[in-house]
């Protein structure tokens, strides 16, 4: 295997165990190419900073344009952090998976959906769990329209109009290619609904019906699938 010798270039640091120590770059990879008598160089690529500690495994986070609040699921805790790092604890999200929170806020609140359960928050009335007995065990979400559209991998459905916590049973309804799972939903760039199956992809628009408000878009599915809900991109 060959070799590549490139420059390294490096200088003294003081330590706090040591008088002097070498300090060698970080977050730099090697270029090959010959240049001053050299076979590459080291080039620098952009790397992590530690900001702050959380409270464990990350779950899930976004800035949320609307409250201004840069919002995270770390570990158990739903949190807040500042530009300067400082830590707020919002409340409690159980679970250790994998949550949804991207594009999942309205004007009022903000989404999160972890392992079956549904959480609102706002700045004024705090974190509070959806109770509905219709929300049944959400996979994943997306405001769309003035609306929180959801999906329980068979039905896809979504909340009221005028109340965010409520579920109306008659807004219930299936992806057009089912049996298929429906794993995941999104939202496309001018504000369709995405419906992402196991074995297939359809589209819905907002069509203001009496009961579920969305009508499939006719010769838009696609025979792709997608392999679990936080697969999408």
């Not at 090697?30 to 008598?37: F, T």
């Not at 705090?126 to 959801?150: A, H, M, N, R, S």
């Amino acid at each position: 295997m060959p070799v590549l010798m490139a420059n390294l270039i490096k200088g003294d640091q003081v330590s706090s165990k040591v008088d002097y120590k070498d300090a060698l770059p970080v977050n730099m990879y090697a270029v090959r190419r010959d240049i001053l008598g050299a076979q590459g160089y080291m080039l620098e690529y952009p790397g992590l900073t530690s900001r702050t500690t959380g409270f464990g495994k990350d779950r899930g986070g976004i800035y949320n344009e609307r409250f201004g609040l840069h919002l995270r699921v770390s570990g158990t805790k739903f949190i807040s952090v500042s530009p300067t790092g400082t830590v707020a604890v919002l409340g409690d999200i159980p679970g250790t998976k994998q949550v949804t929170i991207q594009d999942c806020y309205s004007f009022n609140t903000q989404a999160i959906i972890a392992e079956g359960r549904m959480f609102l928050y706002s700045p004024t009335t705090g974190l509070k769990e959806i109770t509905d007995i219709d929300l049944g065990k959400p996979l994943d979400g997306v405001w769309v329209d003035g609306y929180y559209f959801l999906t329980d991998g068979e039905y896809i459905y979504h909340t009221d109009i005028a109340d965010e916590k409520a579920i109306d049973p008659l807004k219930f309804a299936t992806a057009e290619f089912m049996p298929d799972a429906s794993l995941a939903v999104a939202k496309t760039p001018d504000n369709k609904v995405i419906v992402f199956g196991r074995y297939s992809i359809e589209y819905f628009i907002n069509a203001a019906s009496e009961d579920f408000a969305f009508r499939r878009i006719e010769n838009r599915g696609l025979k792709i699938g997608l392999v679990a809900t936080h697969a999408k991109c």
